[in-house]
């Protein structure tokens, strides 16, 4: 019998910390240790809502769920069924929209809403049967785990891409894709999900744009982006990259126009639920543009008007993507074991012990990606603190160094350090 230690969802707004014991594995199951979850907003919005949230059971108050979808760890034991499959010490990651329509809450069931013994803020985790059956328990071959736990959401603006659509004059047939060689906008875009995308888009070899605007509100955020991804060193990958503070510009419309030589965006990404942006981007698109709206809002009603003379006369779209599937995690794991490194999102790291604040507390916390270690203790600890605590704590201290040699970022090596300390 293995004993776990995990954060469980019992109502809205009503987390817990608690230590319990796992039955033991079937032969259609696996056994798991969890080393790392990124905490999600789409966990903020499952605490918040609790039962009423379309993935979490109706009966958490009685059979508590455990949360956390975006993890990964290594394989511990293995069911009779996945022997040869899967092997004890594996490393994995986990596509957790599973799609599986057998699920305790119908075809919406996930890792880190439905299930009583699996989820991403926990020790150890019992993988059950369907997760394999669907081809969602994915190898991770690469360095460390952090990137393992950010395949997920590097997922998710994988899936955006590949769901744009352009049509081809004189025929129905949606060509599915960015367009090669194009104007693409990310809007609101230096957010973790935003700075994603950046990464894909300036690492990817079968197809690029031609011009990339970013833009955002703040400043601060804006010229970190910069720093993690260089207009110099999109250039030398053939792409046209600009930075836009549109807090800025008299006209932040005009001055995205002036930027594509008036020719407008092919693709355009929307990656906060404002009004404001999405008319941003339906203004700026190109002749059969596709504005693509990410950003999940939290309310049922949340609209935003649309020109419609476009959409008639100059063929524009609009496509929504949540979540990315099986191909695009498998494509965000290869990315990564080549080198992919999806560092830039993270901002702070902390321990089990801090899920439940962090969680309930996700939206008015802020910098990027969350990491939590789930075998430590420690509060939640932005990466520019390191210094100040490593004066008292020599943990810190290294790790501070660690970070430093490594342009202000995570890595493996500062994985590694905690990890063994």
């Given at each position: 019998?293995?004993?776990?230690?995990?954060?469980?969802?019992?109502?809205?707004?009503?987390?817990?910390?608690?230590?319990?014991?796992?039955?033991?594995?079937?032969?259609?199951?696996?056994?798991?240790?969890?080393?790392?979850?990124?905490?999600?907003?789409?966990s903020y919005k499952a605490a918040t809502q609790g039962a009423d949230h379309k993935r979490i059971p109706d009966d958490i108050h009685l059979n508590p769920t455990i949360i956390g979808h975006e993890f990964s760890g290594e394989l511990v034991?293995?069911?009779?069924?996945?022997?040869?499959?899967?092997?004890?010490?594996?490393?994995?990651?986990?596509?957790?929209?599973?799609?599986?329509?057998?699920?305790?809450?119908?075809?919406?069931s996930a890792p880190g809403y439905s299930y009583r013994y699996i989820g991403g803020d926990a020790t150890y985790v019992i993988i059950p049967a369907e997760v394999m059956e669907m081809d969602c328990l994915l190898p991770y071959t690469g360095?460390?785990?952090?990137?393992?736990?950010?395949?997920?959401?590097?997922?998710?603006?994988?899936?955006?891409?590949?769901?744009?659509?352009?049509?081809?004059?004189?025929?129905?047939?949606?060509?599915?894709?960015?367009?090669d060689g194009g104007n693409m906008a990310l809007l609101a875009g230096v957010g973790p999900m935003g700075l994603a995308a950046i990464n894909y888009v300036l690492n990817r070899k079968d197809r690029k744009p031609g011009l990339l605007v970013?833009?955002?509100?703040?400043?601060?955020?804006?010229?970190?982006?910069?720093?993690?991804?260089?207009?110099?060193?999109?250039?030398?990958?053939?792409?046209?990259?600009?930075?836009?503070?549109?807090?800025?510009?008299?006209?932040?419309?005009?001055?995205?126009?002036?930027?594509?030589?008036?020719?407008?965006?092919?693709?355009?990404?929307?990656?906060?639920?404002?009004?404001?942006?999405?008319?941003?981007?339906?203004?700026?698109?190109?002749?059969?543009?596709?504005?693509?709206?990410?950003?999940?809002?939290?309310?049922?009603?949340?609209?935003?008007?649309?020109?419609?003379?476009?959409?008639?006369?100059?063929?524009?779209?609009?496509?929504?993507?949540?979540?990315?599937?099986?191909?695009?995690?498998?494509?965000?794991?290869?990315?990564?074991?080549?080198?992919?490194?999806?560092?830039?999102?993270?901002?702070?790291?902390?321990?089990?012990?801090?899920?439940?604040?962090?969680?309930?507390?996700?939206?008015?916390?802020?910098?990027?990606?969350?990491?939590?270690?789930?075998?430590?203790?420690?509060?939640?600890?932005?990466?520019?603190?390191?210094?100040?605590?490593?004066?008292?704590?020599?943990?810190?201290?290294?790790?501070?160094?660690?970070?430093?040699?490594?342009?202000?970022?995570?890595?493996?090596?500062?994985?590694?350090?905690?990890?063994?300390?």
């Amino acid at each position: 019998m293995t004993t776990t230690k995990a954060v469980r969802i019992y109502g809205k707004k009503d987390l817990r910390l608690e230590t319990f014991a796992l039955p033991a594995i079937g032969e259609t199951e696996i056994l798991a240790k969890v080393i790392c979850d990124s905490l999600c907003m789409s966990s903020y919005k499952a605490a918040t809502q609790g039962a009423d949230h379309k993935r979490i059971p109706d009966d958490i108050h009685l059979n508590p769920t455990i949360i956390g979808h975006e993890f990964s760890g290594e394989l511990v034991e293995v069911g009779r069924r996945w022997k040869g499959t899967f092997e004890p010490g594996m490393k994995f990651s986990i596509q957790p929209a599973i799609n599986y329509a057998g699920g305790p809450v119908g075809i919406l069931s996930a890792p880190g809403y439905s299930y009583r013994y699996i989820g991403g803020d926990a020790t150890y985790v019992i993988i059950p049967a369907e997760v394999m059956e669907m081809d969602c328990l994915l190898p991770y071959t690469g360095k460390g785990y952090y990137p393992g736990a950010l395949a997920e959401p590097m997922s998710c603006v994988i899936g955006a891409m590949h769901a744009n659509y352009h049509t081809r004059p004189g025929s129905y047939i949606h060509e599915m894709e960015i367009v090669d060689g194009g104007n693409m906008a990310l809007l609101a875009g230096v957010g973790p999900m935003g700075l994603a995308a950046i990464n894909y888009v300036l690492n990817r070899k079968d197809r690029k744009p031609g011009l990339l605007v970013v833009t955002d509100i703040d400043q601060q955020r804006l010229d970190r982006a910069a720093m993690l991804f260089p207009t110099s060193a999109a250039a030398k990958k053939g792409i046209e990259m600009h930075y836009l503070n549109t807090s800025n510009q008299q006209n932040p419309v005009e001055s995205l126009k002036q930027l594509s030589k008036g020719a407008g965006y092919n693709d355009v990404f929307v990656f906060a639920p404002v009004a404001r942006v999405i008319e941003q981007a339906d203004a700026i698109l190109a002749f059969d543009g596709c504005l693509n709206f990410f950003a999940g809002p939290g309310d049922p009603a949340f609209s935003a008007p649309l020109n419609f003379y476009s959409i008639h006369y100059n063929f524009t779209h609009i496509v929504g993507t949540s979540g990315g599937n099986n191909d695009d995690m498998k494509e965000a794991l290869k990315m990564m074991s080549e080198g992919l490194d999806p560092a830039g999102l993270v901002t702070h790291i902390g321990g089990l012990d801090a899920v439940i604040d962090t969680t309930l507390n996700l939206p008015v916390i802020p910098g990027g990606k969350k990491l939590i270690y789930t075998h430590i203790s420690m509060p939640l600890t932005a990466l520019f603190d390191f210094e100040v605590l490593g004066k008292k704590q020599p943990l810190f201290a290294e790790l501070d160094s660690i970070v430093k040699s490594n342009k202000g970022l995570w890595s493996t090596e500062a994985e590694d350090c905690l990890l063994k300390r």
